[in-house]
């Protein structure tokens, strides 16, 4: 196939379209880079509080790794080489999975909690600085309108 032929193939983007997605892909890096900044003053990077806070809500605070990675659309070896991080700073710890021998539960530690309470109020506050409190109540509707229409399905 010459190169002409394989660029007719392509369903090239119009210009609004490619407009909107620009705009949509630094919506998220500008918001994403300005809230990990802020958690990195209080120590935790964003993958940390994602985990933190995750366990934080579950029952005995407990989760396995198999579906904190899922949760996070993370590979189970990626995210076990960051709880190993985690473990080391006595965020978490691992709980073999009786039910799986290649698992484990990950279980947030007292002073995993503690570093989540601290750095709760500083992270909540730059979402507010750095999203909410830039958009009206219909900017944030019709956001989490987009939003449910592209999240995958098994989220």
Sequence with gaps: MSTNESQEAVNWLNHDEERAWRSYRRMVLAVQAATARDLADVGLSEPDYEVLSTLSELPGRT???????????WSRSR?????????????????????????CFLVLTDHGM??????????????????????????????ERVADKLRDDDD
Excluded: C, I, N, W
Excluded at 63 to 73: D, F, G, I, V
Excluded at 85 to 91: F, N, S, T, V, Y
Excluded at 116 to 123: D, G, K, Q, R, V
């Design 63 to 73: 989760s396995t790794l198999r579906a904190q990675a899922a949760k996070m659309h």
């Design 79 to 103: 995210l076990s080489r960051h709880a190993t991080r985690m473990e080391a700073r006595g965020l978490l710890r691992r709980e073999p999975d009786p039910a799986d021998g290649r698992s």
């Design 114 to 143: 503690q570093t989540l309470e601290t750095a709760a109020p500083a992270h909540l506050a730059s979402v507010r600085r750095h999203f909410v409190d830039r958009l009206t109540p219909e900017d944030l509707r019709a956001l």
